[in-house]
């Protein structure tokens, strides 16, 4: 019967969106967000579809929208002394209303130790990852002896690439001035992520951040420090785990990334996706809460509603006729 009640929950999830808001001109639908273009505005959906490897999954996750949103809403809020960001409202749990800017088309990658995508390719033999060098002698999971940053090259379709910060000025991606502007808040976001997530017993692995320029001012966007653009271990037991090569606790959508491997998948040609059984999807989803609870310190509010699209074209159309 408990098991019965929690597929029932699962069946309220935001898998595709369709709206048509007034003065819209384009819409874009991302991997996990569908941004709809109104005027100098952006409203940002945040679905439940759930992406591994630069590919969608097939089962959404409830929930797992409005959990994102609201984690990134709070770390937005929490660091706009740090740098100006996008956000300019969060109408309802699964949306954000924000400036319009130009992407910078890179993600700033940054890792504080060595885990997930970095562990593999050490373990492969790489010691050079977009042009950084990484030390012999390390372990998965250990701490790096200063914090990296690793960039991508952000794909407006197909694969995201790594790219070396030297190749990113080589081809004038963006100029120095402002790769060097996105350096410096890349590091002071990752060292604030990291304090708070110390606080709540975290720790912040890596993660990686996205800028604007809005006027020619560099602006964070997109999410920050959320579960599925960071990876996060438990802080208690991780020296001891480390000292005994055991797997690190973590909160993250690393464990995802790992059921997948497991079963035969890394996004690869000719690799077929696997099912994914519901009772793992209700695990990733309670995870998703978890970590929610965690970082705002409040508990969060499951929607029940029977059409949350519906209360998101309201909440959307109220928030615009009063700008």
């Known amino acids: 019967m ?3 009640k929690k597929m029932a929950t699962a069946l309220q999830t935001i898998s595709t969106t369709d709206f048509n808001f007034p003065g819209q001109s384009n819409v874009y639908h991302g991997k996990v967000r569908d941004v709809y273009t109104i005027g100098d505005k952006l409203v940002v959906i945040a679905t439940d579809r759930i992406s591994a490897f630069d590919h969608i999954l097939p089962k959404p996750i409830p929930h797992k929208g409005a959990v994102l949103n609201q984690i990134a809403t709070y770390f937005l809020n929490a660091t706009k002394d740090i740098v100006p960001n996008w956000l300019l409202a969060t109408p309802h749990p699964n949306v954000s209303i924000g400036k319009r800017c130009e992407p910078v088309r890179i993600e700033m990658v940054v890792r504080g130790y060595l885990a997930g995508y970095a562990a593999r390719e050490y373990k492969a033999g790489k010691r050079i990852l977009c042009g950084v060098a990484l030390p ?12 990296i940053i690793t960039p991508s090259t952000k794909a407006v379709e197909g694969h995201d690439e790594d ?3 030297e190749d990113i000025l080589k081809r004038n991606i963006v100029s120095e001035e402002v790769y060097v502007q996105m350096e410096k808040y890349t590091f002071a976001l990752f ?5 708070m997530a110390n606080d709540r017993g975290l720790i912040l692995v890596d993660t990686k951040y996205e800028f ?9 966007i997109d999410e920050i420090h959320t579960p599925d653009s960071s990876r996060y271990f438990h802080l208690e037991g991780y020296e001891e785990r480390q000292k005994k090569g055991e797997p690190q606790k973590h909160l993250s959508k690393e464990f995802v990334r790992e059921w997948l491997i497991e079963n035969g998948f890394q996004g690869k040609d000719g690799q ?3 099912d994914m059984p519901d009772e793992f999807v209700i695990t990733i989803s309670e995870r998703y809460i978890e970590l929610h ?3 705002t310190s409040a508990k969060f509010v499951r929607n029940t509603s029977s059409d949350i699209q519906a209360n998101i074209n309201e909440a959307v159309l109220n928030y615009l006729s009063k700008v």
Do not use: C, H, T, Y
């Open 293 to 295: 609870d965690l970082f």
């Open 212 to 220: 604007g320029l809005d006027n020619g001012k560099v602006i964070l």
């Open 191 to 195: 060292e604030r992520g990291q304090k």
């Open 2 to 4: 408990k098991a019965e």
């Open 136 to 147: 012999e002698g390390l372990k998965e999971n250990d701490k790096l002896p200063k914090s």
């Open 272 to 274: 077929k996706m696997p």
């Open 163 to 165: 790219i070396s910060r």
